[in-house]
């Protein structure tokens, strides 16, 4: 079978799995379409792909699952026996059951997985682990996974379903921290950490926050230019020394083909 149009759907707060979907969009080198849901998970339009329509879509790991604000919307995609690449970005820890329950979502939509990666990603608590992934040789990796999949399709007479790595069930959800990244003296106001908040967990006023609604994905800690915004106290140091003390060992990209 033949593609004619690849689609890059992707959920990407800090830009990370923006730059893998995207590098993997690039090395099909077909006629393509990128769309980042970060903002508009929330309402969604829906999308009908053909089954001569590959999609491409990669999230971020959270706790080892796809991150569940946005598993609802996903159903918005539908597919038509459409072929699927999966792409789980983690933070150096561990994908676990990412790609079994991404599957699931899918398939019972109408498409059908072709391949899967699990790429690498700064972590979001600390830029001590997996720093600067992804890097120029993994978005080579991505664009070379483009043209492998590709290939596998060119020579596909139909598409059978892959065992794919996790567990079903899968694992339970993390529990809600209901903290927040917050301002210090140094914010200026300037609006830019409200603009990237993927839940709308700040307000209008940059300080006005509601940790019910953060994710932590520390989207709004990257974009401030004053370095104004941190998780304040112990909250999450226990995290922070757990990945930074058994974390740390570099993992290359794995993928299921």
């Not at 893998?20 to 999308?47: A, H, P, Q, R």
């Not at 899918?106 to 830029?127: C, I, P, Q, W, Y």
């Not at 682990?129 to 992804?134: I, L, M």
């Not at 300037?190 to 932590?216: E, F, Q, R, Y």
Request: charged share 30%.
């Amino acid at each position: 079978m033949e593609i004619k149009k690849v689609y890059g759907i992707y959920f990407s707060p800090t830009h990370t799995t923006k730059k893998v979907v995207e590098s993997i969009v690039k090395g099909t080198e077909k006629d393509s379409e990128s769309i980042d849901i970060t903002l508009s998970w929330k309402n969604m339009k829906e999308y009908s792909l053909k089954n001569d329509d590959l999609l491409i879509f990669g999230a971020p790991v959270y706790g080892g699952r796809a991150p569940r604000l946005i598993r609802e919307a996903l159903n918005k995609i539908n597919g038509d026996n459409t072929p699927i690449i999966l792409v789980g970005v983690y933070g150096n820890r561990a994908y676990e059951d990412f790609f079994v329950e991404a599957q699931d979502i899918f398939e019972k939509n109408g498409f059908r997985v072709v391949g899967a990666g699990a790429f690498l990603g700064e972590h979001s608590f600390t830029t001590k682990v997996a720093k600067g992934r992804p890097n120029f040789e993994d978005l080579l990796k991505g664009e070379n996974f483009g043209r492998e999949i590709i290939l596998k399709i060119r020579n596909l007479e139909e598409i059978k379903s892959m065992d794919l790595p996790g567990n079903r069930p899968y694992k339970q959800d993390m529990v809600s921290r209901n903290i927040a990244p917050e301002p210090d003296e140094n914010c200026k106001s300037c609006g830019a950490c409200v603009k990237v908040c993927p839940t709308g967990a700040i307000g209008k006023n940059p300080k006005d926050i509601d940790p019910s609604k953060c994710i932590l994905c520390h989207a709004c800690v990257r974009v401030c230019k004053f370095n104004s915004r941190k998780v304040k106290g112990e909250a999450i140091k226990p995290a922070i020394d757990f990945l930074e003390g058994k974390c740390n060992d570099y993992k290359e990209i794995e993928i299921y083909l």
